[in-house]
């Protein structure tokens, strides 16, 4: 982590660089709020280590990777809205620091800077041809984004989600982008079709572990250091996969909207006893594995080594 976060101090550096408070001001502080809150920086961090991995320059396609970041953002930003979510990174939301308008406002220009600087990304020497598929990437990747939004809050209105509905969901929401990240790092790098398909996998699978330990963490983290509404998928109705699992046991979901902390917590002591989370962490530790085979082709490496540990470090992080 000490690696990781010596990049994420670059990557916060490169931010304020290419992002910097212009006029008008307050739409400019609403669009770095969430940013300048601080962030695991895992995206990024892992398109430059895949730069590295195909033979390319890190630093180089430091920019792409500011541009894969604000995606991120911009995604979480707009979510928040939707889930009216008062607390992101233990500050409070840009909709509630300020108001709807100004958060999708402010959305809207993160969405739209990515591109910009995505587009005037050079890597190590890309031809023409391999910065307009990054962002041809990143643009699907968006749309895949949406779709498993959507897929999400319309799973929250049906009686039944089977397990098979539920990764395909998380496919599109979180596993798009960290394939993006890892396949533009391959693209902009220098690697071949098969190392940027292998990465590609690695990146999805990688989604897919982080989704499901995710759903674990908002049931299990306390709200301080979660740095948001501990058991709120609970509440909100969310299909995660503790909550498939647990509703195939008979439990019944999801909480009243007026649920207490006692509430949340009654119902998750059950969810240990009835073994939903566990069931779970096995899942995320089976796609980890997964993940990290997609990465035996590349030469032994310490930027390799990282990507490997990542992994493991998604399905054993405390937030």
Known sequence: MSEIKKRSEIIDSEIKRLMPIEEPKQLYEAARYLLDAGGKRLRPVILMLSADVVGGDSMAVLPASVSVELVHNFSLMHDDIMDND????????????WDVPLAILAGDAVFSKSFEILAHSNGKGPDAERVVRCIEMLANSCIE???????????????????????????KKTGALF??????????????????????????????AFQIYDDVLDLTTPTEVLGKDRGSDLIEGKKTIVAIHAMSKGLSLPLPRDATEKDVDVVIDELHKMGSINYANNKARTFADEAKSKLDGFSDS??????LKIVDYTITRKY
């Open 179 to 208: 394939a993006t990240c890892a396949a533009i790092g391959g693209l902009l790098g220098g690697g071949s079709e098969e190392d940027v398909s292998a990465l590609w996998n690695y990146g999805v699978l990688l989604g897919r």
């Open 302 to 307: 310490d930027s390799k080594d990282l990507l």
């Open 86 to 97: 008062k607390t992101r990174r233990g500050v409070r939301t840009a909709h509630t620091k």
């Open 145 to 171: 984004i949406c779709k498993g939004q959507y897929m999400d809050m319309s799973f929250s209105k049906l009686g039944e989600v089977s397990e098979s509905e539920y990764f395909k969901m998380i496919d």
